[in-house]
Nanobody, 131 residues
Framework: QLQLVESGGGLVQPGGSLRLSCAAS????????IGWFRQAPGKEREGVSC????????NYADSVKGRFTISRDNAKRTVYLQMNSLEAEDTAIYYC????????????????????????WGQGTQVTVSS
């Protein structure tokens, strides 16, 4: 059964860092584009970052550019989101999502503005930025 499991969330002070992990179970990540989304209380789920299945394309929301970095380690079946200079506004539940994108259908594509682009979702991990 295909599953995504997020980890690495927690409580951190403003200006601090966290690294989130999105681990795949039941499948290999090699041909999957991965997106990170977040949802704060009372707000819609929004795209944060994504990485193509090739790893050659990454996208970031304007609000996190220069602070967050997405990467993937296919051998470990894991995608990471390194979050630096965290702000209170980054507080949310963070979700990763996956969609198959082999070379035949677009290995250089990912999306952060279309949740419907993704087929599989994890359960989320809470990130709280507070002093």
């Amino acid at each position: 059964q295909l599953q995504l499991v997020e980890s690495g969330g927690g409580l951190v002070q403003p200006g601090g860092s966290l690294r989130l992990s999105c681990a795949a179970s039941g499948f290999t990540l090699d041909y999957y584009a991965i997106g990170w989304f977040r949802q704060a209380p009372g707000k819609e789920r929004e795209g944060v970052s994504c990485i193509s299945s090739s790893g050659g394309i990454t996208n970031y929301a304007d609000s996190v550019k220069g602070r967050f970095t997405i990467s993937r380690d296919n051998a470990k079946r894991t995608v990471y989101l390194q979050m630096n200079s965290l702000e209170a506004e980054d507080t949310a539940i963070y979700y990763c999502a996956a969609v198959p994108r082999p070379p035949t259908t677009g290995q250089h594509i990912c999306a952060i503005r279309r949740k419907e682009f993704y087929d599989y979702w994890g359960q989320g991990t809470q990130v709280t930025v507070s002093s």
